[in-house]
């Protein structure tokens, strides 16, 4: 099929299931469960839960109450000084959460999620954003992926507990295929670096009910992407949907990426895809 512009991905209605159906898996956990490690670094379950608990309270503050956010206490120069002012920020809540039980924690997830989804339910698709997508490389974005991105959010650090609990992961299409849509935009900023001529292109497949077909084009300005493929195609990278989820949310070691996509055309070409990622890492 012939390329078309991205769609808006509206992820509003999404907010309730996803917040509320974590609750009773939190609430069933085992105490030795809150201490198990997750993939996100040295972060136990319960640094995961709180860290939801932070980014959404966060955000009712911000957004919803119009409550200006604390200046950095540097300046902000660089990509790399954005990643280490968030890190700084995210460190220092779960820090002073070591002080709360899994139950006091588990009740705060629920009143954030409860209230959160209530306030996204009631904003309109168009509303301006409150942030820029950094992990896209845009300074300021447009608000249905501002929402969205606070979407992928949550649910990839859902995957995190679910994945260290051994509960069933939450890959239903109505959850997944919104995340690899929105995630999917971190591919321009990817590819930022690379130099190639106008035209050139990279398909990138999804298989599975969540995914789809993606195109990677240079053009004059830049990387843009679309939806569909091209006539013109140099290089092609096949993917299950389960692997583009854990690519795009650093669950999947570059090593391991090597041997789970498939590439044909331009190999080199493609090799950046293993450093997509549609988080701040």
């Given at each position: 099929?012939?390329?078309?512009?991205?769609?808006?991905?509206?992820?509003?209605?999404?907010?309730?299931?996803l917040t509320s159906g974590f609750v009773p898996l939190l609430r069933g956990?085992?105490?030795?469960?809150?201490?198990?490690?997750?993939?996100?670094?040295?972060?136990?379950?319960?640094?995961?839960?709180?860290?939801?608990?932070?980014?959404?309270?966060?955000?009712?503050?911000?957004?919803?109450?119009?409550?200006?956010?604390?200046?950095?206490?540097?300046?902000?120069?660089?990509?790399?000084?954005?990643?280490?002012?968030?890190?700084?920020?995210?460190?220092?809540?779960?820090?002073?959460?070591?002080?709360?039980?899994?139950?006091?924690?588990?009740?705060?997830?629920?009143?954030?999620?409860?209230?959160?989804?209530?306030?996204?339910?009631?904003?309109?698709?168009?509303?301006?954003?409150?942030?820029?997508?950094?992990?896209?490389?845009?300074?300021?974005?447009?608000?249905?992926?501002?929402?969205?991105?606070?979407?992928?959010?949550?649910?990839?650090?859902?995957?995190?507990?679910r994945l260290a609990v051994g509960a069933p992961l939450l890959t239903e299409?109505?959850?997944?295929?919104?995340?690899?849509?929105?995630?999917?935009?971190?591919?321009?900023?990817?590819?930022?670096?690379e130099k190639r001529e106008p035209g050139c292109a990279i398909v990138v497949?999804?298989?599975?009910?969540?995914?789809?077909?993606?195109?990677?084009?240079?053009?004059?300005?830049?990387?843009?992407?679309?939806?569909?493929?091209?006539?013109?195609?140099?290089?092609?990278?096949?993917?299950?949907?389960?692997?583009?989820?854990?690519?795009?949310?650093?669950?999947?070691?570059?090593?391991?990426?090597?041997?789970?996509?498939?590439?044909?055309?331009?190999?080199?070409?493609?090799?950046?895809?293993?450093?997509?990622?549609?988080?701040?890492?």
């Amino acid at each position: 099929m012939p390329t078309s512009p991205l769609k808006p991905v509206d992820t509003r209605a999404l907010f309730h299931p996803l917040t509320s159906g974590f609750v009773p898996l939190l609430r069933g956990l085992a105490p030795e469960d809150w201490l198990k490690p997750t993939i996100a670094g040295t972060w136990l379950v319960r640094d995961v839960v709180a860290h939801l608990v932070d980014l959404m309270f966060r955000r009712l503050s911000f957004h919803r109450d119009a409550m200006t956010p604390p200046p950095p206490s540097r300046p902000i120069r660089s990509e790399r000084d954005f990643i280490d002012f968030i890190n700084g920020l995210n460190a220092e809540w779960v820090g002073a959460s070591k002080r709360f039980s899994p139950r006091v924690l588990t009740d705060l997830f629920e009143r954030a999620g409860a209230d959160l989804s209530d306030w996204f339910a009631a904003l309109p698709l168009d509303a301006p954003a409150l942030f820029g997508v950094s992990w896209a490389g845009e300074m300021t974005s447009e608000g249905w992926f501002d929402v969205g991105r606070e979407f992928v959010e949550i649910w990839h650090h859902q995957q995190q507990v679910r994945l260290a609990v051994g509960a069933p992961l939450l890959t239903e299409t109505r959850f997944l295929r919104p995340v690899i849509e929105i995630a999917m935009r971190a591919l321009p900023h990817t590819f930022r670096d690379e130099k190639r001529e106008p035209g050139c292109a990279i398909v990138v497949d999804v298989s599975g009910p969540a995914g789809g077909t993606w195109t990677l084009a240079r053009t004059a300005t830049g990387w843009t992407l679309e939806a569909g493929e091209p006539a013109r195609i140099d290089a092609r990278a096949k993917m299950t949907e389960d692997t583009a989820w854990r690519l795009l949310l650093h669950a999947l070691p570059p090593a391991d990426a090597g041997h789970a996509i498939a590439v044909t055309g331009d190999r080199e070409l493609a090799a950046p895809l293993v450093k997509a990622r549609a988080v701040i890492v």
